[in-house]
């Protein structure tokens, strides 16, 4: 499996952008999908995780009501709606992939490189 992020960059605070994941070498449907996040000097956190239909997802309390995660299992793909951006939300994202079950579940099996996002106040 290798998943591939893309989508990052420079935003002020207040402003969007739409992380993209894509994934290859299996079936996008069996995995459950999950963005991670790590910003200088601390430790990678959980940020949203989508079940394998899409149809289940759920989030870390300080992205909650702004960061929206969605897949389209046709085009292989996961994305990350982040919405009213803070400076404190800058870090490198990474998607990934477990094919665990469980929603609130924090162990992925497979790791994308990461895109940085930056958010300038």
């Known amino acids: 499996v290798q998943l591939v992020e893309s989508g990052g960059g420079l935003v002020q605070a207040g402003g969007s952008l739409r992380l993209s994941c894509a994934f290859s070498?299996?079936?996008?449907?069996?995995?459950?999908m999950g963005w991670f996040r790590q910003a200088s000097g601390k430790e990678r956190e959980f940020v949203a995780a989508?079940?394998?239909?899409?149809?289940?997802?759920f989030y870390a309390d300080f992205v909650r009501g702004r960061f929206t995660s969605s897949r389209d299992n046709a085009k292989n793909t996961m994305y990350l709606q982040m919405n009213s951006l803070k400076p404190e939300d800058t870090a490198i994202y990474y998607c990934?992939?477990?094919?665990?079950?469980?929603?609130?579940?924090?162990?992925?099996?497979?790791w994308g490189q990461g895109t940085q996002v930056t958010v300038s106040s």
């Open positions: 989508i079940s394998r239909s899409g149809g289940s997802t």
């Open positions: 990934a992939a477990t094919s665990r079950v469980t929603i609130q579940t924090t162990k992925y099996t497979y």
């Open positions: 070498g299996g079936t996008f449907s069996n995995y459950q």
